[in-house]
């Protein structure tokens, strides 16, 4: 004979959750309560795990500063000082260190290539540093030794001259002359003088005999070069002599670089 089960089968599915509306059937509203107790709860660890994380960070953080913070004030040296004055040549810096308390200080002048230091007492402290490199910057500084090594007290940024800058060279030497009136009736003169800033402009010569007869000549473009002044062919200066001068302009003014007698 065949039998039949007529038993429901179990259904293969997983139970599903049920929410809070099906939980409260017919108005039990405490298992309701009870699933949203338990979602708040579960959102609530779930907060706490992420932010645990940054809390440590920032107790480690705080740790550390004041590590650092109790580390620099152990290695604070002991003293007082300030740097009252500085002044500087293109060669040395000369300071005014005022000590009011501490022992061991030194004043220390450096930078990238050099290192010069003194000795400071309690009071007034002057002094100069030398032998120094022109247009050079350095840092004078009042140094103290704490507990972990030299220690900064003052410090200022100095920078020395540069080398002064030479005037142009500006002179007038003498003239070296000679007639050769016999042959092309001319006096031949040339200048010897240093003007690198072009201070001199618009020279001349002058050629005036016993009788006050002129014979000049301009020689602006070339100041440097051998100049000529007619004696006989057109001037006609008679004599054996003449007073020979030479003129140029300076600032705006009209000065007398050379005089001399010479023959003509």
Known sequence: MIEYNNEPRE??????????????GGGDNRSAREYVEAQESAGRAVKRKHTGLPTGLAAVFAVTVAAVAVTSAANAPKGEAAIGSASVTDTTVSYLVEVTEGEDLRVVLYNDFTRREAPLLPGSNEGVFSDLQ???QYTLAVLGEGAFGETELAARA???DALPTAPPALGFYGVWSE???????????KLDFEDEGGVWTAFSATLTDAYGTVSACDFSEDAHAEQTIDVTRYASLLGKTAEFVVWCTEQGQTVELYRATVKI
Not at 179 to 189: K, V, Y
């Open 179 to 189: 007639c050769t009136c016999a042959i092309d009736g001319c006096f031949h003169f």
């Open 134 to 136: 022109p247009a050079m």
């Open 11 to 24: 259904s293969a599915e997983a139970p599903r959750e049920r929410a809070p509306e099906e939980m409260s």
């Open 158 to 160: 100095v920078r020395t």
